[in-house]
């Protein structure tokens, strides 16, 4: 078997990109996101999205557009010669009661499966402390809070949703983020 890797799991909406939090049909990368993604890219960590889109399972949006998308955003990074090396997606909500909506950890046990992810030297990036800074905790991954999307609301009025836990570290964005995993790898 390969030796275990290290991936950065990256939150979609609100950490990548933008347009709507919860409808994926708009969502475009923010300028600086594409790089922080080539930068992962050339220092072999893996780029895997992990994200929540419960629009889904409320009949909003099919997992056939949701699909669409994401070709179409694969195909925007391949372009500038970027990549994710997978997408993991939670089409529930929480009536669900699914394994794998953030912060629970089952979107994480099927890609660490499917690729061999060292979870103790890997990073979860994103801009809601209630899912992605307790996925982090959850997983035995450092946890990087972004200030973009609702970053800047969950370090303040929504800070209780993650009152016991704390992130590793807080950017302003993705690329910041990324850049202070390469600076402390």
Known sequence: MDTCRRAVFLDMQGTLGGNGVDDISTFEFYPFAINAIKK???NKLLAIVITNQSNISRGYISQKDFDEKMNMLNLVLSKQDAYLDDIYCCPHTRKDQCNCKKPLTG???RAMKEHNIDLKHSFVIGDMGMSDIVLASNIGA?????LTGA???S???YRDTWAN???DYIADNVLEAVNWILDNK
């Open 151 to 153: 970053g800047k609301g």
């Open 165 to 167: 836990y704390e992130a």
């Open 155 to 157: 370090l303040s009025e």
């Open 107 to 109: 979107l994480i046990d």
């Open 40 to 42: 992962l890219n050339q």
């Open 142 to 146: 450092k946890g990087i809070l972004v």
